[in-house]
């Protein structure tokens, strides 16, 4: 069984950083195309980046330009940096492994991302 842990969420002012970090189980990261994902209150989750495993990137256009996805095959981790934090960036962020031709797909608990003066 996979599992993801996220970590680096927090409230921060608008204008500002913060990097997440998601540490899989095993050496996952390497052969899953990993993702970040977010959740608002009322709204559905939405994919903000992802990486497959030739290193790949794609992004949702509300963060080109302020997001980087990047992964360390060798810490089985995956970042996710965002500068420029807006207060629509709020949200809860899930990290997700997938290897869709296994019909495998695995989430984070979530941690949460507060932009507010």
């Known amino acids: 069984q996979v599992q993801l842990v996220e970590s680096g969420g927090g409230l921060v002012q608008p204008g500002g950083s913060l990097r997440l970090s998601c540490a899989a189980s095993?050496?996952?990261?390497?052969?899953?195309?990993m993702g970040w994902y977010r959740q608002a209150p009322g709204n559905q989750r939405e994919l903000v980046a992802d990486?497959?495993?030739?290193?790949?990137?794609n992004y949702a256009d509300s963060v080109k330009g302020r997001f980087t996805i990047s992964r360390d095959n060798a810490k089985n981790r995956v970042y996710l940096q965002m500068n420029s934090l807006k207060p629509e960036d709020t949200a809860v962020y899930y990290c997700?492994?997938?290897?869709?031709?296994?019909?495998?797909?695995?989430w984070g608990q979530g941690t949460q991302v507060t932009v507010s003066s």
């Open positions: 997700n492994a997938e290897r869709r031709q296994y019909l495998l797909n695995y």
């Open positions: 095993g050496s996952i990261v390497s052969i899953y195309t």
């Open positions: 990486i497959s495993t030739d290193g790949r990137t």
